[in-house]
């Protein structure tokens, strides 16, 4: 497998705060790396630097083999980039402005032409090419956001937030193309949608105050959601400092006076100990539901975990 | 290299797009031409006089040069206005991340921008010149010194231009980018006046002020200190550019 992006240690000031901290990854061909964070995370800042829109405070980034800061230009070929406001020239139309994308990335001219039908066709456009961009919704525009980005045919292709403002069917028309294209590039894409990563990624990384929590692949990532968190009914109101005092046990969410969730680790699981105590104590165990992680909890959990040491 | 015409013809081509550069081929062309008639009707009347008179100003020195002269003037007040959205806008609209993240370097970036919205100047120029020439149906011109008048406007819209294209860099907001390029160029285009006062001259103001160097050249005395004076300009202004973009990468 060829290694498409290799972003190693990088850093980013914006005066004295501190926005991405020392992150690294790799991306291979073939794989949609799905960027989460919440909003603020330096999902976008980190996304800028790897197009080269932004110079990171330290480290390095190497695209296809090419260093962004010493030959930027051999780089950025291989780059396709869709930012958070998909640039757009609004007194063009569509047709005008997908063919200077085309030559500012240097294409040929029958490259261009079938470069530019390729990319309406793959974003639906075809019916719209002729219209000014900024009589088009807003789904159009991200559509064309996207049609350029993969206009040249690049190796990596990176999308901020690439379905915000399209409706359903049009979000799963562009998460299937976003696979298809997965297929034979590298694709980066930042959501804060997480069903949005387990349906199109292959990889997940998420970041959270400027730092990778997590990286991980899809699968290994559906591994850790099996266990994790247990549901418990008691009759009686239990004493939440005890149980929060057994080995294993991470954390305790309160619901209701008789209601408790507890997130425990995967590895010791406490289980067997947390209802032995709550019977030995007398609380009259009701329920006790070990519940399937979505990403969702994953998400919380790894985000506050961090803000809490 | 290429890329640079890329950029330039559609910055060039986008200005056709809207009313804008029509409206003010149009104002413009309109409000030199009543000037140029007015200066025609000045000749008629001194005709006569002028005559009699032995190396007496011709037609060129009345008529072309004070045509030149009030071109000056009046886009010393558009140039701002053309030159404000250059990049201030693309950095407003997020267009700019496109061209930041294309395989081209700021230099291209910086260039094209300045010689699309410089084809548009130039554009004038011709269409300015074209008033005098047409005097060549019923009189003789001096054509060397017609020539020079170009040039000299050529060189100071140039100049115009590139001051107005790093303000729009720096600019957070096109009116405060066309504010700013206004308020330079008036100032520099005035300095000249203190440095008339008679007893204490500054050489400085003196070689500082644009109407001097235009001037000059303007009255056929094409001189490399002229010249100089507005390469150097134009290129400081293109290179403060270019470096101000490169900032944007480094720091915001």
């Known amino acids: ?309 | 290299m290429s890329m640079i015409g890329t950029i330039a013809v559609r910055e060039f081509k986008s200005l056709f797009l809207s009313p804008l550069a029509w409206t003010l081929l149009a104002i413009l062309q309109f409000i030199l031409g009543f000037l140029f008639l007015t200066q025609v009707e000045t000749f008629n009347t001194l005709q006569s006089k002028l005559a009699g008179i032995e190396g007496a100003p011709g037609l060129t020195d009345i008529i072309v040069t004070p045509l030149f002269g009030n071109a000056a003037i009046i886009l010393l007040l558009v140039t701002p206005m053309l030159t404000m959205r250059l990049i201030c806008e693309e950095r407003r609209n997020k267009t700019l991340a496109l061209l930041l993240s294309a395989p081209i370097g700021n230099i291209d970036i910086i260039l094209g921008k300045y010689l699309g919205l410089l084809g548009l100047m130039l554009l004038m120029i011709a269409l300015i010149t074209l008033m005098p020439f047409s005097l060549l149906a019923g009189g003789e011109l001096d054509i060397g010194k017609v020539f020079a008048n170009m040039l000299a406007l050529a060189l100071l819209v140039s100049a115009f231009t590139s001051a107005g294209l790093y303000m729009s860099c720096i600019a957070g907001h096109p009116v405060i980018a066309a504010m700013a390029t206004f308020g330079l160029l008036l100032l520099l285009w005035v300095l000249d006046w203190s440095a008339n006062m008679e007893d204490q001259r500054s050489q400085l103001f003196e070689y500082l002020s644009m109407l001097r160097h235009f001037q000059a050249i303007q009255s056929g005395l094409i001189s490399s200190v002229d010249i100089g004076y507005f390469l150097l300009f134009i290129a400081g202004f293109l290179i403060l550019s270019i470096r101000r973009l490169d900032n944007d990468r480094l720091q915001k």
């Open chain 1, 1 to 309: 497998m060829s290694v498409l992006i290799q972003a190693e240690h990088l850093t980013r000031y914006y005066g004295k705060h501190c926005a991405v901290n020392d992150v690294s990854f790799t991306l291979e061909k073939g794989q949609v790396l799905g960027f989460l964070g919440p909003n603020g995370a330096g999902k976008t800042t980190t996304m800028q630097m790897l197009c080269g829109n932004l110079a990171p405070s330290a480290g390095q980034i190497k695209i296809n083999g090419f260093d962004l800061l010493d030959q930027p230009k051999t780089a950025k070929r291989y780059l396709g980039y869709l930012p958070d406001t998909p640039p757009l020239y609004k007194d063009l139309t569509v047709q005008e402005f997908l063919e200077y994308c085309g030559l500012l990335h240097d294409m040929s001219k029958p490259d261009l032409r079938q470069g530019v039908n390729r990319a309406k066709e793959r974003c639906g456009l075809t019916d719209v090419a002729d219209r000014l961009i900024a009589n088009l919704s807003k789904g159009f525009q991200q559509r064309i956001g996207i049609a350029q980005a993969i206009l040249h045919n690049p190796e990596v292709i990176i999308l901020d937030e690439p379905t915000v403002g399209l409706d359903p069917l049009q979000i799963r028309e562009i998460r299937s193309l976003i696979r298809e294209l997965g297929q034979e590039h590298g694709v980066i894409l930042s959501t804060h949608i997480l069903t949005e990563v387990q349906e199109s990624c292959s990889h997940v990384q998420i970041i959270h105050q400027g730092r990778l929590v997590l990286h991980e692949t899809i699968a290994g990532l559906n591994l850790q959601m099996d266990t994790g968190i247990l549901l418990i009914t008691t009759r009686l109101p239990a004493d939440t400092a005890l149980l929060n005092n057994i080995p294993g046990v991470t954390c305790l969410e309160q619901l209701s006076p008789l209601q408790f969730k507890i997130h425990h680790s995967v590895t010791d699981n406490p289980t067997e100990h947390i209802a032995q105590s709550i019977i030995a104590a007398g609380w009259g165990l009701e329920e006790l539901l070990p519940l399937k992680r979505s990403m969702e909890d994953i998400f919380i959990s790894l985000t506050q975990e961090h803000h809490d040491s």
